[in-house]
């Protein structure tokens, strides 16, 4: 991984827990150094106790042995702890940082999955919590116990170390025939919760119109294909697990033999053929380690790519300048707009001037791009080139949290998120209850609150289940004016809303003007733009016309499509026909 964000973000992590695996790491020393008590032990009672029938001998070293275990013991308990601490240590410096990538992400690739990517930060910390890096710390140590496998006799010497590299080699052979295949069904399983998600989230269609067998065997064929890749990966372990456990188990049963054969021929004691077969053991014991601890260690190897991979993709988050609270002058120029993911452009080139506390509409026929100018404007969209401006400044030179607390948005799919109908309204933020009342009571969304189970304190759920489509717009308004933002995009705000519902929009709306807030709206109905200044006509992704609401309005509605909205011999958008036969009405 290469610096930027990549390096504020993990290495930051991992320079924050350094004193912590420093000192794992010399506690591994310790630790190793103790464990020789064992195999010094045996030959102490074999070729000393035994011989001499020395019973203080026996105690005394039997006494040492103990006391020895019980410091490894204890210097174990404190690298566990440490680890753990060290692993809290982590989460706290990567997970707030890594969320923020997360979203900017998805922003950037909406359907790219990088939610995912917050399971690899537990994956990381539990790797630096358990048993793995543990191993790892180990496997430097084991140098100890395979010199003293050379002291006791240097065939012992060299079984080790063939023994130790035939263990590791299998086990790179497990990892380099395994990897493809599981990096494909790791792919594939993704691609099919993904599919499953965005199946079950439209199940009342599934049911209603008969749709489930055949998105179940859409399912089925990428759940299937991932099953037979794991498969595929298995039967290759599978094999490589095999050799490994005869290769452990051979050298176990070569080292007493080989021990018995030295000692026949006087070349050690017995004692010392005891020894040697535990420290033998002693030596493959941390490969042995990271040989069952490989699954941890690819998958975390495989989560810091991933996190790395979307941090440099995503790129760093400049530091910016606190500015100060804007009026809401919104100013575009030459702006062109594509939707992340894609390289067409949706905007072509459009310049506007929206003046402070000004109701502006924008209009315009289906996928003319209005939709698109508003992420635009409020940031939710990157400009591929020209410039969003707010009270003269680059939209880039605004710090987002900062902005965001003076921008209001409704889009035209409203999500409310897993809370009280008041934490909703107030943005998840430090509540204000009589704020929260009031702009409810400006939003004309008071009343409906009170009449819901718990009133302010209902629990909406995910998505504002439990509520219709008319509610949750009405409490996205309310949210979207509170903490009296300077501006306030309405996308299609009445898509949803009763007769009731578009006066209390509209009464919202008026306030919102009065108090100064420039006000953008997106529709489709134009009666909704009566109290406007200024109207905006899109079409095809370019500017059509601008001007004074009643201006544009009549051009809208003259006797004749405007060519620049209707292509000759095309027929009229929904808002043409509607304010046409409103006027031959009144006529």
């Known amino acids: 991984m290469s610096g930027g964000v990549a390096d504020s973000v993990l290495r930051d992590g991992l320079r924050a827990i350094r004193p912590v695996l420093l000192t794992v790491f010399v506690f591994a020393f310790f630790t190793n150094l103790l464990l020789f008590a064992a195999p010094l032990y045996m030959l102490q009672v074999y070729d000393r106790v035994l011989l001499s029938r020395n019973e203080a001998t026996l105690f005394g070293i039997t006494a040492i042995a103990a006391l020895a275990l019980a410091v490894y013991a204890a210097l174990e308990m404190l690298r566990s702890r440490l680890l753990v601490r060290g692993g809290m240590i982590f989460d706290r410096t990567v997970a707030g940082p890594a969320f923020a990538l997360v979203h900017r992400a998805t922003l950037l690739r909406p359907q790219a999955g990088h939610e995912a990517s917050l399971r690899d930060v537990d994956v990381l910390r539990e790797f630096l919590t358990g048993g793995a890096l543990l191993a790892l710390c180990d496997l430097p140590w084991a140098s100890l116990f395979l010199v003293a496998c050379f ?61 489930l067998g055949a998105l179940r065997t859409r399912w089925l064929r990428r759940h299937d294909a991932a099953i037979l890749l794991q498969a595929r990966a298995s039967d290759r372990a599978g094999l490589t697990a095999a050799a490994t456990k005869f290769a452990r188990m051979l050298l176990q049963t070569m080292v007493l033999g080989l021990g018995a054969y030295l000692a026949i021929h006087r070349e050690i004691s017995a004692g010392s053929m005891i020894a040697a077969s535990i420290i033998m053991g002693r030596t493959l014991a941390p490969i042995e380690a990271v040989v069952g601890h490989w699954k941890s260690l690819t998958a975390a ?183 009296e933002p300077s501006l306030i995009v309405l996308d299609e705000p009445n898509a949803s809303l009763d007769q009731a519902g578009e006066a209390a929009l509209m009464r919202a709306v008026a306030d919102l003007r009065q108090r100064g807030t420039t006000v953008v709206i997106v529709t489709h109905k134009v009666g909704l733009l009566a109290g406007a200044d200024w109207v905006l006509m899109l079409d095809g992704g370019t500017l059509r016309g601008a001007g004074p609401a009643d201006q544009i309005l009549a051009q809208v509605s003259g006797p004749r499509p405007v060519p620049a909205l209707v292509a000759a011999g095309a027929p009229a958008p929904p808002e043409v026909r509607r304010v046409a036969e409103a006027q031959r009405s009144a006529g």
């Open 301 to 483: 190897r495989s989560s810091y790519a991933r996190l790395a991979e979307m941090a440099a993709r995503v790129g760093p988050e400049p530091e910016r300048l606190t500015l100060p609270r804007p009026r809401g002058l919104i100013e575009t120029e030459n702006l062109v707009v594509t939707a992340p993911g894609s390289a067409a452009a949706i905007l072509h080139g459009v310049s506007v001037r929206l003046e402070p506390g000004s109701v502006v509409g924008i209009i315009g026929p289906s996928a003319a791009g209005k939709s698109t100018l508003v992420r635009a404007i409020t940031g939710v969209w990157p400009v591929a080139s020209g410039t969003v401006r707010i009270d003269g400044a680059d939209l880039r030179h605004w710090d987002p949290q900062a902005l965001g607390q003076h921008i209001g948005y409704l889009p035209q799919d409203v999500e409310l998120f897993d809370g009280t109908v008041a934490q909703n309204i107030a943005r998840f933020g430090a509540q204000d209850d009589a704020a929260i009342v009031s702009v409810a009571q400006r939003a004309g969304c008071h009343d409906l609150i009170q009449a819901l189970p718990e009133g302010y304190n209902t629990r909406i759920g995910s998505g504002g289940h439990g509520l219709s489509g008319g509610q949750r717009q009405r409490i996205a308004l309310a949210r979207a004016m509170y903490g």
């Open 151 to 211: 002291i006791l006799h240097p065939w012992f010497g060299w079984m080790a170390l063939l023994g130790g590299g035939t263990l590791l080699g299998l086990t790179l052979l497990t990892d380099l025939t395994t990897r493809r295949p599981l990096d494909a069904a790791g792919q594939a399983a993704r691609e099919a919760g993904e599919r499953a998600r965005t199946t079950f989230r439209s199940g009342e269609v599934l049911r209603a119109m008969g749709m």
